[in-house]
């Protein structure tokens, strides 16, 4: 992504060699800058935005669509700090790609049907309330997992380590520090009895 000139650089990836090759340029503004870019499940669509804009390109044709245009909220609301436009992109395990804010505000945007063309994806702006201001704040990392493709002479390919099956008990106390108030949150291995006990 060129953020200088408000430009996509989309290439083709080998996944058999590491290889990226056919790079195609795809203006998207002639004055905004770009912050996040995700991809769709699928691949199919690629979503980028600028501060009040969200796009979607077809990764067939190239064509851009404006699926979203910031609409003005203000969080916390009442407030005239902070403005809930577009930053930071995040395709979670649902489906669904979360948008950031690129002020210390209290909402995520989210595209709730990314494999869909246009505004059928379903932009719902300053949809999710987190209770407390976050700054940019999505999971940036590499998707480790491409999963397999039969169409492929190298069809699978993982890290090579070996998933965890089996977990201990796991538990964590937030917020730390507190005033007394907090939430407690445990994970129990599959199928074990375990006791909880506590002391005033």
């Given at each position: ?117 246009g505004i059928a994806c379903d932009v719902q702006q300053h949809a ?64 074990k009895k375990e006791s909880w006990k506590y002391l005033i």
């Amino acid at each position: 992504m060129d953020s200088a000139n408000s430009s996509l650089v989309i290439f083709d990836f080998d996944r058999c060699n590491g290889l990226f090759s056919n790079s195609r340029v795809v203006k998207l503004s002639d004055s905004s800058y770009l912050w996040g870019l995700a991809f769709s499940p699928s691949g199919q669509f690629a979503y980028s935005c600028s501060d009040n804009y969200i796009f979607q390109i077809n990764i067939d044709d190239l064509s851009v669509d404006t699926v979203a245009i910031y609409d003005g909220f203000i969080s916390p609301v009442g407030f005239s700090c902070c403005q809930t436009s577009f930053f930071n992109m995040y395709l979670a395990a649902n489906g669904k790609i979360y948008v950031t804010s690129g002020s210390g505000v209290q909402h995520l945007h989210e595209i709730n049907y990314s494999d869909s063309a246009g505004i059928a994806c379903d932009v719902q702006q300053h949809a999710i309330y987190l209770g407390y201001a976050q700054l940019r704040a999505v999971p940036n990392h590499p998707n480790y997992y491409l999963g397999c493709d039969t169409t492929s002479s190298c069809a699978c390919l993982t890290t090579g380590i070996n998933e965890v099956t089996s977990h201990d008990f796991n538990f964590s106390v937030s917020p730390n520090p507190n005033n007394g108030s907090f939430k407690i949150m445990y994970l129990l291995p599959q199928n074990k009895k375990e006791s909880w006990k506590y002391l005033i």
